[in-house]
């Protein structure tokens, strides 16, 4: 099986493209913004670097949320795109989780996004399961979360937020990353059911408004 993957969620735009788990290609580039000038031309080439015709790919993996609302907008409404011009399905996959499968290991895994506003996203596993929901909390509610859900043993922060939780456990390991890994995030849009839809998981309402105070439309 060939699939694409593609992150525009958070501080990256990256896209990669594997076949039966061997990354063929990848390419990754720190960015918060401009995601949508850059995307199609780096699927381009990453596809021409596999070696691999559009038609040929079976499966489209895009990270849905938390992050970026205008860089959520861009992956999602070019993957959708791209999966109905070619009759593919498009998985969607939160960005949290594949956060945390970007650094897999033993024990607890907390992903975690710097919201703004004294908020952070927060998703905590344990060996891969997830132990809650993905959430948007209090900087100060979330360190609370997590200690609550530690039992001992190791402990990682991932992610852009990693850093606003690391004095709630002295044994944490910090690893800060702008965004996924977009082979973890290829890898897991191979293992999730196909037949569910792509749909943004935002967990909070837009900053940014349309005339008369209305929220922007999902894409």
Aim: aromatic share 4%; charged share 20%; net charge neutral.
């Amino acid at each position: 099986m060939i699939g694409l993957a593609l992150d525009t969620a958070v501080g990256a735009c990256s896209v990669a493209i594997l076949k039966d788990g061997a990354v063929l290609a990848v390419q990754s580039e720190p960015m918060l913004r401009g995601h949508q000038e850059r995307l199609a031309a780096m699927v381009r080439d990453v596809a021409a670097e596999a070696g691999i015709a559009f038609s040929e790919i079976d499966r489209i993996g895009v990270t849905v949320g938390p992050g970026s609302f205008t860089g959520l907008r861009v992956g999602l409404a070019f993957a959708k795109g791209l999966g109905l011009a070619l009759g593919k399905p498009c998985i969607g996959i939160g960005t949290l989780e594949a956060l945390a499968a970007s650094d897999p290991g033993p024990g607890l895994i907390a992903a975690v996004i710097d919201a703004k506003r004294g908020q952070v996203y927060l998703q905590v596993f344990d060996s891969g399961a997830s132990l809650m929901a993905p959430d948007v909390l209090p900087t100060e509610t979330a360190a609370a979360r997590l200690a609550e859900l530690w039992r001992g043993g190791p402990v990682r922060l991932v992610g852009p937020g990693a850093a606003l939780l690391a004095g709630v456990l002295p044994e944490a390991e910090v690893r800060e990353r702008a965004a996924p890994d977009p082979v973890a995030l290829a890898r897991l849009a191979a293992l999730h059911p196909a037949g569910v839809p792509a749909r943004p998981l935002y967990l909070r309402a837009p900053d940014a408004k349309l005339p008369g105070g209305r929220d922007l439309p999902a894409p």
